[in-house]
């Protein structure tokens, strides 16, 4: 889920409000989404009354307990640690772009910024091949959740496990710091392989993808 704004509320289905959003999106120059969670399942229904919208899909939301967790060894070809400087952060940042494809390497480059480094609870960690950079994940802890995001590996490199090494990765630093559950979103693809990590499916978010080109507010 990238550049999101989560309606939680019925009342922010309204022209003025999207407009507001659409503002707020415009300078990326890229794609953004409206996510709907089950509380506002309700008003999906109004939202392509109201906006253009590029693509609709559902992202499964899943969670996991510590106790319920089953890990796999890491592929030994692969190197996992964490960014640790700024240098480590733009070469996160570019590797995470290429791998979830997004068509542009400086897609992420928003966040080469030493205060993401020191932002609090969040950690951020690299798979490394022969010295490469080539999978990423990030670990954001707060009220003893481990929410786990930007899980992404390099096309060339997939098939090998490093996607779901990096996920453990980040998992077992958030509950070998006091989380007790782990929570990540993730496709329809993704759901059999965290599945097997022990990840249980809990609910679908609603996602209406609107392309930068498209006018939010119909005539």
């Known amino acids: ?41 309700s008003i999906s229904w109004e939202l392509p009354q109201q906006i253009a919208v ?4 559902k992202e499964p939301e899943m969670i ?6 089953s890990f796999r060894p890491d ?5 996992i640690r964490k960014v640790r400087n700024l240098g480590d952060l733009v070469s996160w940042n570019r590797t995470c772009a290429l791998g979830f494809e997004t068509g542009a390497a400086d897609f992420f480059d928003l966040f080469n910024r030493p205060a993401f480094l020191s932002a609090k609870g969040t950690s951020w960690y690299v798979g490394e091949y022969s ?10 802890m707060s009220n003893g ?10 096309p060339e490199f997939r098939g090998r496990g490093f996607g779901t090494a990096l996920t453990a990765f980040a998992v077992k630093e958030g509950f ?27 609910f679908d978010y609603e996602c209406w993808t609107i392309s930068p080109k498209i006018t939010v507010t119909k005539k």
């Open 64 to 69: 996991m307990f510590s106790h319920s967790a």
């Open 131 to 140: 010295g490469k950079p080539v999978a990423t994940s990030l670990l954001y």
């Open 176 to 202: 070998s710091n006091g989380c007790d559950l782990a929570s990540l979103q993730t496709s329809a693809v993704g759901v059999p392989v965290y599945f097997r990590m022990g990840f249980r499916f809990v």
């Open 54 to 57: 590029a693509r609709w899909t």
């Open 145 to 154: 959740v481990a929410g786990i995001y930007s899980v992404s590996t390099l």
């Open 1 to 41: 889920m990238f550049n999101p704004a989560i309606i939680v509320d019925k009342a922010a289905v309204n022209p003025t409000t999207l407009k507001k959003v659409q503002s707020f999106f415009e300078g990326l120059k890229s794609e953004w989404m409206f996510i709907l969670p089950p509380s506002s399942a």
């Open 75 to 79: 592929p030994p070809e692969l190197r």
